[in-house]
């Protein structure tokens, strides 16, 4: 490998689902070889909304220093980045750009985890998918993908296709097409995430088809595990490299906001 290999999607205990200080997942990260990760806990989000699944705002000030730490004492072994995992949710959006104004972030995901009052990912909430139409929940789950490109608050999308998370794939594929042509347009990368080889789907999101219609777009990948704890931390990242890599996709990290690679 000829570029430095991060994992930019870690999660911290204060999302309330995640096990592990920030430190031990720094250290997962130099045992696997990585030369780097990038913290995107799941940002705070207004009151109402997703509460026992992320940190409040006043705990922000603390992820911030825990992660300040990390880099700190890591300095010099593992090049240690904060960012967020933002929520694309109609109606926060003023909400969401406050928040990231707040600090100096190097890099922003924004991820649809809601189909409205819906957390379709939820395993609590999975007998759901009985009562829909999956054409009608994946053209109405890539309306918001979209929505989250052309909002212009993000890096990059997260988990593209994860409505399959339980295994209920996209009978049509033609929504997501679209969805990639809008994110590309507007410039934005997509998250690899390889947490969906660790879910009943059994298949890293994207979808082997989606990623190459993706490199075909020109659109660059994000490596993230989506650990949330820290024996996941780089998990298959070499499946996931080969993949992107057969079909002439490019990796990229982000710092300041920026792009590399």
């Known amino acids: ?30 045992n696997a070889g990585l030369q780097g990760l990038c913290f995107t806990d799941h940002m705070p989000m207004p009151a109402w909304y997703d509460a026992p699944w992320r940190m409040n705002l006043a705990e922000l000030p603390q992820y911030i220093e825990e992660i300040q730490a990390v880099q700190a004492e890591f300095a010099g072994r593992l090049d240690v980045r904060l960012g967020l995992e933002a929520d694309f949710h109609p109606g926060t959006e003023k909400f969401v750009e406050k928040i990231l104004n707040l600090h100096d972030w190097d890099y922003v995901i924004g991820s649809v985890h809601y189909l409205g009052a819906w957390g379709f990912d939820n395993p609590e909430f999975i007998d759901e998918y009985a009562n829909r139409d999956l054409d009608d929940l994946y053209r109405d789950y890539y309306a918001l993908v979209e929505g989250a490109a052309r909002s212009g608050l993000f890096d990059s999308l997260g988990h593209l296709d994860l409505p399959k998370k339980f295994g209920h794939l996209d009978p049509n594929g033609l929504y997501a097409l679209h969805a990639l042509d809008v994110v590309a347009e507007r410039g934005l990368a997509l998250d690899f995430n390889t947490a969906g080889w660790r879910k009943p789907v059994a298949q890293a999101y994207p979808a082997p088809d989606l990623v190459r219609a993706a490199a075909e777009r020109g659109l660059p990948f994000v490596l993230g595990s989506d650990a949330h704890k820290p024996e996941e931390v780089g998990h298959r990242f070499t499946e996931a490299i080969k993949q992107i890599h057969d079909v002439g996709g490019r990796i990229v990290t982000y710092r300041g906001r920026a792009r590399h690679g």
Request: hydrophobic fraction near 50%; aromatic fraction near 10%; include cysteine.
């Open 1 to 30: 490998m000829t570029f430095a290999v991060f994992d930019s999607h870690l999660h911290t205990p204060l999302c309330a689902h995640a096990t592990g200080a920030p430190r031990e997942y720094a250290l997962a990260a130099l």
